[in-house]
């Protein structure tokens, strides 16, 4: 059936395509004319081609402007950016001058029989603000003032630092005005700043001169300070020299106007932060200074040459932190000249983070004071006698809400010279923040 | 089988602490500023602020901090945070300003005399201080 097939359509095929070699070998005028339409195909074909290349050459014509647009609207809007950005830039630095500050409040609760000038209840603490202008690359401020309640619930104002400082370069910087005398670790780091400090309360021996202070944690006077790198370690240094205090009532002032005896404070703190341990720091301390001594009808009833060396200690890594600080006064009695008397005082602290956020801590602090010194002797007449010796362990745990917010809750014991020796139990409680 | 499972699950707790894969930080400054790489740290927690004639502005990097403070300043941000307030109100000195990424930080510094900072990539038209 297939083999057929397949011979009807050879033969099909055969007849067709001898007819079709019959046709056109037979007519060549019909050749002719197949010739001229390839040739008229053929113009088609050349002038199609160009018209694609003019078209294409258009193509190319219209899309560059287009391009180049493209191209010069991202090159604005870089520009626009880089211009934002410089200029944000420099809005940050120039819109103002931030105001830094502390505040806390607290309660406080004895067990026993507390001295009169302290009771038991909740207290405002310190509101404490300050300023750190940069006048250009080296002359800078910084602008310090404290509000805070006394124990008497009087309110007292403190333009506690104004300085104006030029920095010589890393290793030098002077500064001019009144500071925080540098001794020590305490007094210079911490001093009104409650939430930097792990504990509620400092050591009474560095109280400030207004609640009965020992010792003049402001100055009044120029200040050099800087440090260096040696082999060993990074060397800190401060010296300082400035106007001496004077005793009135039992409490020191700092004298803004000027001596009142003639003579300058002076002193200094070299402190040795070695390569071998990081985040100690050891130093040495001194200061000295004349101080006259009024009583309330501003008669004179003392003259000390206050002199007071020691030594310091700070530890800080990651959970740990010890500070240790000792005090040897040699004060050399001029008005009743009876010689020369020696005291001593120190504390060590120590604070570990037991816990996210959570941090114990506890402080032991120890005063000798010679009450045959009359520098400590009329320090007694003050309302806080603080002249007297005592010895105080206190323990306590601080909470950080965030960086900027701590709880700290306290628990002391104080033996009191000057509280007739009792020893009075205290709880203290205080919130404190930081902006 | 158990100790691949247990191999994925060590890898899996690395890369969630964040430790694995910290991202490079380059340490850029403005082409004024000739300090080295010894000096970044110093320079960031505001023990040098002074280069030649050249008063230094450092500035930080929100986008990068978290790497940067932990391989160059070697501590964690509220310790950061910390030091830095200390350092306000006893020296009163200012912490670095934050800038908000890359692109930010480098348009300061370039822009900013005693500019320093740091990046998550190296730009090609500024000073490269150190990669960390």
Known sequence: ?435 | MKARILQLVAISALAASGNLWAGDVFVIANAGVNVSADDVRDVFVGEKQIDGAVKLVPMDNAAAQADFLAKVVKVDAAKYTSMWAKKGFRDGVSPPAVRGGDAEVISAVKSTPGGIGYVTKAPADVKVIQKY
């Open chain 1, 1 to 435: 059936m297939c083999t057929k097939h397949f011979r009807l359509s050879v033969l099909t095929l055969g007849l067709a395509a001898a007819f079709s070699a019959t046709a056109q070998t037979s007519d060549a005028e019909r050749l002719k004319a197949l010739e001229a339409k390839f040739g008229q195909s053929m113009a088609v074909i050349e002038q199609l081609q160009k018209r694609i290349g003019e078209l294409e050459q258009g193509k190319a014509g219209a899309t560059s402007p287009a391009a180049s647009a493209v191209v010069n609207r991202v090159e604005t809007l870089e520009k626009s950016v880089t211009e934002l950005a410089t200029s944000a830039s420099k809005t940050s630095t120039d819109v103002g001058l931030p105001l830094h500050g502390f505040l806390d409040t607290g309660y406080a609760s004895a067990s026993g029989k507390p001295p009169a000038y302290e009771k038991s209840g909740f207290r405002l603490g310190t509101f404490d603000i300050y300023l750190a202008p940069q006048f250009s690359d080296r002359v800078k401020g910084l602008v310090e003032l404290a509000f805070e309640y006394g124990a008497d619930g009087g309110l007292g104002t403190d333009l506690e630092r104004l300085q104006l400082g030029y920095v010589v370069n890393d290793n030098l910087t002077l500064w001019a005005g009144r500071f925080h005398t540098p001794y020590g670790y305490w007094n210079t780091a911490f001093h009104h700043g409650a939430q930097i400090q792990t504990s509620i309360t400092r050591p009474r021996m560095i109280a400030f001169e207004d609640q009965g202070g020992i010792l003049p944690s402001h100055t009044v006077g120029a200040w050099a300070t800087g440090k260096f790198d040696t082999g060993v370690g990074r060397l800190n240094y401060d010296v300082f020299a400035g106007n001496s205090d004077s005793m009135r009532d039992g409490t020191l002032d700092y004298n803004a106007s000027g001596y009142n005896n003639g003579t300058p404070a002076m002193g200094f703190n070299l402190g040795l932060s070695p390569k071998a341990v990081p985040g100690l720091t050891v130093g040495l301390h001194a200061v000295s200074e004349k101080i006259n001594s009024y009583d309330a009808l501003d008669t004179l009833n003392g003259e000390t040459t206050m002199q007071v060396a020691g030594a310091y200690a700070f530890y800080e890594s990651d959970n740990l932190e010890l500070i240790a600080e000792y005090y040897n006064f040699n004060n050399q009695d001029h008005f009743g000249k009876t010689g020369t008397h020696n005291s001593t005082a120190g504390f060590v602290q120590a604070g570990y983070q037991v816990a996210n956020r959570l941090t114990a801590f506890a402080r032991y602090e120890k005063a000798d004071l010679n009450q045959a010194d009359p520098y400590f002797n009329l320090m007694n007449l003050g309302a806080t006698q603080f002249g007297k010796s005592y010895h105080q362990s206190t323990v306590g745990l601080r909470y950080d809400l965030d960086p900027r917010s701590a709880l700290k809750l306290q628990l002391e014991q104080i033996t009191d010279e000057g509280n007739a020796n009792q020893t009075v139990n205290w709880l203290r409680a205080q919130y404190s923040v930081r902006f």
